[in-house]
T-cell receptor, first 109, second 115 residues
Framework: GQNIDQPTEMTATEGAIVQINCTYQTSGFNGLFWYQQHAGEAPTFLSYNVLDGLEEKGRFSSFLSRSKGYSYLLLKELQMKDSASYLCAVLDSNYQLIWGAGTKLIIKP | ETGVTQTPRHLVMGMTNKKSLKCEQHLGHNAMYWYKQSAKKPLELMFVYSLEERVENNSVPSRFSPECPNSSHLFLHLHTLQPEDSALYLC??????????????FGPGTRLTVT
């Protein structure tokens, strides 16, 4: 079966760095997405990785290792507004998105 | 403003009611999607439309009936729902189906409660 694993909840301090991990087992791989979803709002696109390595976009970076079936989202200089759920999703061989259950990130002052 | 709107934002319905959810995208995309989001569960893909043709139906019960009259509008018709159907229903659109790297743009969702 296809499976995406990510921690259910994480807590971090304002101004700090946090890394949210995602491991996947899917039939085929055509890229990995990270989305952010604030409570009661729509998920919004953060990043897309299809090649191994680190992609940096401002305070957010996303890393992919295809051989390990592993990705992480790195958030630097955390702000209170970063409190949200972070969803990992993999595009499988049929170009269907397989979603993780999301990681709820709580930022404390 | 994400370019994808959904109405209503909240809906409470009895098990014998019939209601419809509406989604509209203003992005000129060719693909539209319905998802179900339940607490602490992954997003469940329900239906996919590409240029008004249904291309995916993930074993969704027949009490959910989609309709795509044109590439900008998508409906989800609901009838004789069960309490376990209570969830957030998200609509999304993307430039194309079946192509990597095209991210999906989501609407704010309809919070559905079945009593």
């Amino acid at each position: 079966g296809q499976n995406i694993d990510q921690p259910t909840e994480m807590t971090a301090t304002e101004g700090a760095i946090v890394q949210i991990n995602c491991t996947y087992q899917t039939s085929g791989f055509n890229g990995l997405f990270w989305y952010q979803q604030h409570a009661g709002e729509a998920p919004t696109f953060l990043s897309y990785n299809v090649l191994d390595g680190l992609e940096e976009k401002g305070r957010f970076s996303s890393f992919l290792s295809r051989s390990k079936g592993y990705s992480y989202l790195l958030l630097k200089e955390l702000q209170m507004k970063d409190s949200a759920s972070y969803l990992c999703a993999v595009l499988d061989s049929n170009y269907q998105l397989i979603w993780g259950a999301g990681t709820k990130l709580i930022i404390k002052p | 403003e994400t370019g994808v709107t959904q109405t209503p934002r909240h809906l409470v319905m009895g098990m014998t009611n019939k209601k419809s959810l509406k989604c509209e995208q203003h992005l000129g995309h060719n693909a539209m999607y319905w998802y179900k989001q339940s607490a602490k569960k992954p997003l469940e893909l329900m239906f996919v439309y590409s240029l008004e043709e249904r291309v995916e139906n993930n074993s969704v019960p027949s009490r959910f009936s989609p309709e795509c009259p044109n590439s900008s509008h998508l409906f989800l018709h609901l009838h004789t729902l069960q309490p376990e159907d209570s969830a957030l229903y998200l609509c999304a659109s993307s430039q194309e189906v079946g192509t990597p790297s095209y991210e999906q743009y989501f609407g704010p969702g309809t919070r559905l409660t079945v009593t």
